[in-house]
């Protein structure tokens, strides 16, 4: 079965910086290539939100509130995305989960990882 497993989350103080990782182990290399990724986060009580993407072509797009403090970038050879986040604050606080498809209609999500930014 695909699986997305992600990792890296966890508490820091507000200023900090976390990387979190979605790795697709058993994607086979030239279907990862293909892929769109993604990061989205989800705070108690609101929707999910979409964080930051990574085209097949490498450009990058983010949401406002992380631009210049996040940066998305996604390594094809590890079959892995990576979430560099910087400057952290305390309304980044949310379970962040990755998220790939591809032109093969394949969706998925990652599992979710607790990121909290203490003030």
């Known amino acids: 079965q695909v699986q997305l497993v992600e990792s890296g989350g966890g508490l820091v103080l507000t200023g900090g910086s976390l990387r979190l990782s979605c790795a697709a182990p058993?994607?086979?290399?030239?279907?990862?290539?293909?892929?769109?990724m993604a990061w989205y986060r989800q705070a108690p009580g609101k929707p999910r939100e979409l964080v930051a993407n990574?085209?097949?072509?490498?450009?990058?797009n983010y949401v406002d509130s992380v631009k210049d403090r996040f940066t998305i970038s996604k390594n094809n050879a590890k079959k892995t995305v990576y979430l560099q986040m910087n400057r952290l604050k305390p309304e980044d606080t949310a379970v962040y989960y990755c998220?790939?498809?591809?032109?093969?209609?394949?969706?998925?999500w990652g599992q979710g990882t607790q990121v909290t930014v203490s003030s």
């Open positions: 998220y790939l498809t591809n032109p093969w209609g394949t969706n998925l």
């Open positions: 058993r994607f086979i290399l030239s279907t990862f290539t293909a892929t769109t």
């Open positions: 990574i085209t097949t072509g490498g450009a990058a």
